[in-house]
């Protein structure tokens, strides 16, 4: 089976306080992160034993994991496995990066989410730098406040050239065509960002060749539709398996939309998809069919 996870266990707890998250400073007790590390520690058992499948993994944590040992031993010992072929994390960089030497860089990706205010952007460069001289796959973005555009400019001549900076558009904002024709200087994918994507009755991959799954083991086709299509750990999801229709009226967020069939964007990101980094590279602006955006 061919077969993209998304992973996102009970940590909630997170080193930033954007004021545009809920989880923004959010502390986890002591047991609420034993729980954590136990559920990630089994999943991790769990894909380590599916040789006979081809894996794709994409944790996205509500709070920040890489500033904690078990998500970065996670990702190594996972890219490290013949049979996942990607196995990414969404995170602020806020961790150190010397872990990465014991991963396969042809395998593990880093999704950075740049937050001005949180933290320093010449510390948060020097993650990046440190990132490209390693070897490691990574993309680079902002929430498309306009507070941040000018950070988002800077961030973007400084990067290296080959590094994707994506913008995401704020939750709540509607934009002119004149700010979003700015973005879209910065990031010419923007437009996908700018406005849901209608989705109620259009072939989605969730549900089929890509499942969400919870600390518990409870399988969804994705995050954002509550049914449940059974367990990872009892094997029950396979038989539910099969093509879906999205039953939203809308899909607002990348990690949802990305997968619907009516967008192009398995083809713009390929080989890339969990990591939100496009095929080829950068795009230039102008240079990208926005089929559906």
């Known amino acids: 089976m ?14 930033f306080d954007c004021p545009y998250c809920p ?4 502390r986890d007790s002591g047991e609420q992160l034993r729980a954590d590390r136990a559920a990630l ?9 599916q ?15 890489l500033v904690r040992s078990w998500y970065r031993r996670a990702l190594v010992d996972l890219s490290r496995l013949p049979h996942v072929e990607r196995v990414a994390i969404q995170t602020n960089l806020s961790c150190r990066t010397d872990w990465l030497a014991e991963a396969d ?37 902002v929430v498309g406040l306009p507070e ?26 509607t934009y002119t065509d004149a700010e979003a024709e700015e973005w879209t200087g910065i990031d010419p994918l923007f437009p996908y ?9 259009l072939p989605c991959r969730t549900g089929e060749s890509v499942i969400s799954v919870d600390g518990e083991g409870t399988v969804r086709r994705c995050h954002f539709v509550k ?24 899909c607002d967020c990348h990690i949802g939309y990305v997968h619907l069939e009516t967008l192009p964007l398995y083809d713009v990101f390929a080989g890339g998809v969990l990591e939100r980094i496009p095929a080829g590279g950068p795009p230039s602006p102008g240079g990208m069919l926005l089929r559906g955006a």
Do not use: M
């Open 227 to 250: 049914a449940e299509l059974g367990n990872l750990y009892d094997g029950s999801y396979r038989s539910a398996l099969r093509p879906r229709a999205c039953p939203l009226a809308v």
């Open 193 to 201: 960002s700018r406005r849901p994507h209608r989705s109620a009755g």
């Open 2 to 15: 061919d077969l993209t996870l998304l992973y996102r266990g009970p940590l909630a707890s997170c080193d």
């Open 51 to 65: 040789t006979g499948d081809r894996l794709r993994i994409l944790f996205t944590p509500w709070g920040e994991g």
């Open 105 to 141: 860089p042809e395998t593990v990706a880093l999704w950075c989410t740049y937050h001005p205010g949180q933290t320093p952007y010449e510390r948060f460069l020097g993650k990046c730098r440190e990132l490209a001289d390693r070897g490691i796959r990574f993309s680079v973005g």
């Open 23 to 26: 989880f923004a400073k959010r």
């Open 148 to 173: 941040h555009r000018e950070d988002a400019r800077r961030l973007r001549a400084a990067l290296p050239a080959h590094v994707y900076l994506w913008v995401n558009a704020a939750e709540g904002h």
């Open 41 to 49: 520690d089994r999943f991790t058992e769990w894909a380590t034993g």
